[in-house]
């Protein structure tokens, strides 16, 4: 079994400079702001922060690398976790 392998495995969608997961959680963060407020709307600058400081020390990509490999997230264009040879 056989497939054409992608150019670039760890250059993910962006809007601006962000990236999907950066988006979530700052999403979720404001959310979560939203719904509870008072002090918890400092949670919209440190989880981002903190989240981005974490980030750094992996390369792009890995968290829906992660969510793959534990099964919650499908790579759709990608090669199968077991595929053995690949055409460019």
């Given at each position: 079994?056989?497939?054409?392998?992608?150019?670039?495995?760890?250059?993910?969608?962006?809007?601006?400079w962000?990236?999907?997961?950066?988006?979530?959680?700052?999403?979720?963060?404001?959310?979560?702001?939203?719904?509870?407020?008072?002090?918890?709307?400092?949670?919209?600058?440190?989880?981002?922060?903190?989240?981005?400081?974490?980030?750094?020390?992996?390369?792009?990509?890995?968290?829906?690398?992660?969510?793959?490999?534990?099964?919650?997230?499908?790579?759709?264009?990608?090669p199968?976790?077991?595929?053995?040879?690949?055409?460019?």
């Amino acid at each position: 079994m056989t497939r054409k392998f992608p150019q670039y495995l760890t250059k993910p969608f962006q809007v601006l400079w962000f990236e999907p997961d950066d988006l979530a959680v700052m999403s979720a963060s404001f959310i979560f702001a939203q719904q509870f407020g008072g002090w918890l709307w400092l949670t919209m600058i440190i989880i981002p922060w903190a989240y981005g400081r974490f980030k750094r020390q992996y390369p792009r990509g890995f968290l829906r690398h992660v969510l793959y490999f534990i099964g919650l997230a499908p790579m759709k264009g990608y090669p199968q976790f077991f595929e053995r040879d690949f055409l460019e």
